[in-house]
């Protein structure tokens, strides 16, 4: 039941001139058409006057203006050529009412204003027995119902301006709503960004460590070469692991099982898996180990493997490498460098349009941290972080 009056007023909401003309139409028939046979002396002018008084009403609300001057003109012929005060002049109630409502501020007080100086004319007119007897009680009548109709068409205009308001609001919070979900679809495009960079980049550096130097070992040991094969293996399963991992937030609807991100924990295999490629690398660990929210560990793992990764592709052959993890009383400190040749060659021109360091500081910078980067003195590349341990994001 509801729902079908909510449906009907929508559809009358949807055509408010078919309403009013049906309500000029209905106006018409109460106060012009059943009252004719009361009118003896003016019959043909009060039909003709009270259809053009009334007939302005199916325009109350779309030119509620130009209908009030109508009728107010036809309000004026009326004093004129008819003898007899007409139903129809409910119709000027209607027009004081729709001015109080829908027209500017401007028309409803001249409305007000011509609606009681109306009432005085119309006294003087069809009452005039005696000005205490008639006249005044009449003009206060019909004055106090042109004030009512006015003070009803207000709060009209008020109510309207309330809903208006409620819309807008409305509409910005929805746009409010919109612009937070490209801003969280932004933010979510670059973290799967950073991810899909350290992945791809730390997996394929190694893969291609392994393969050159199996390629070379396997010439005098077939055994060297067959081991690199295998860690090349490895790697790849990791890599296809950890893609999917990362791919798995894109999909709708999945109920898929996936492991954990990696953690400071992690860091000591990823240090072995690169030595195993290649590269001497050292693992230094000081301090205590304190609790740490999962973010800011996950973005320590990723620092040290990007800066592994970079160590790979640009330290050249023969190249050191230290990782420093020092737990202290407020942060996690961590450290990698290098003694190798391409520390110009990490800045100039880094990998993924500088993917790699921006999206380190990003990492540090999302947990309230710091990063700083850059070549080491007497040669070497350095990478320093600190990731307090009271980040909650």
């Not at 919070?173 to 933010?187: C, S, V």
């Amino acid at each position: 039941m509801e729902n079908s009056l909510d449906r009907s007023g929508d559809r009358l909401r949807r055509h408010p001139f078919a309403v009013d003309a049906a309500l000029a139409g209905a106006v018409w028939f109460c106060t012009v058409l059943l009252p004719m046979a009361s009118y003896w002396q003016s019959r043909n002018a009060a039909f003709l006057v009270g259809t053009l008084m009334v007939v302005p009403l199916a325009w109350r609300r779309r030119a509620p203006v130009p209908a009030a001057a109508a009728v107010v003109a036809v309000g004026l012929l009326e004093l004129v050529f008819s003898d007899d005060f007409l139903a129809a002049n409910v119709a000027v109630l209607m027009m004081v009412y729709a001015l109080a409502a829908y027209a500017p501020r401007w028309a409803a007080t001249a409305g007000l204003v011509t609606g009681l100086a109306g009432a005085v004319l119309a006294a003087v007119r069809y009452w005039n027995y005696g000005v205490a007897a008639s006249i005044t009680p009449v003009a206060l009548a019909i004055g106090v119902s042109v004030v009512a109709a006015w003070a009803l068409g207000n709060l009209r205009r008020a109510r309207l301006q309330q809903m208006a308001a409620l819309e807008e609001r409305a509409q910005l919070l929805e746009l409010e709503r919109d612009q937070e979900m490209r801003l969280a679809a932004t933010t979510e495009r670059a973290r799967i960004a950073r991810e899909l960079h350290d992945v791809v980049a730390h997996s394929l550096s190694v893969v291609i460590a392994q393969a050159d130097g199996g390629r070379y070992a396997g010439k005098a040991d077939p055994t060297a070469a067959t081991d690199a094969l295998e860690a090349i293996a490895a790697t790849g399963r990791q890599a296809l692991t950890d893609m999917r991992s990362l791919l798995g937030v894109l999909r709708e609807g999945g109920g898929e099982e996936y492991a954990p991100q990696p953690d400071v924990a992690a860091i000591p295999a990823l240090v072995e898996d690169v030595r195993a490629s290649g590269l001497d690398v050292d693992l230094i660990v000081e301090g205590e180990p304190q609790p740490l929210p999962a973010g800011p560990q996950l973005a320590a793992y990723r620092i040290v493997q990007e800066s592994l990764t970079n160590v790979l592709k640009h330290a050249g052959p023969a190249s050191r490498a230290w990782v420093r993890l020092q737990w202290r009383p407020d942060a996690l400190e961590l450290s990698v460098l290098d003694d190798g040749r391409g520390a110009s060659a990490a800045m100039v021109s880094p990998d993924g349009n500088g993917q790699g360091l921006r999206g380190m500081q990003e990492r540090a910078q999302l947990h309230r941290g710091r990063l700083e980067a850059g070549p080491r003195h007497g040669g070497g590349f350095g990478v320093h972080a600190a990731l307090p341990y009271g980040s909650r994001r």
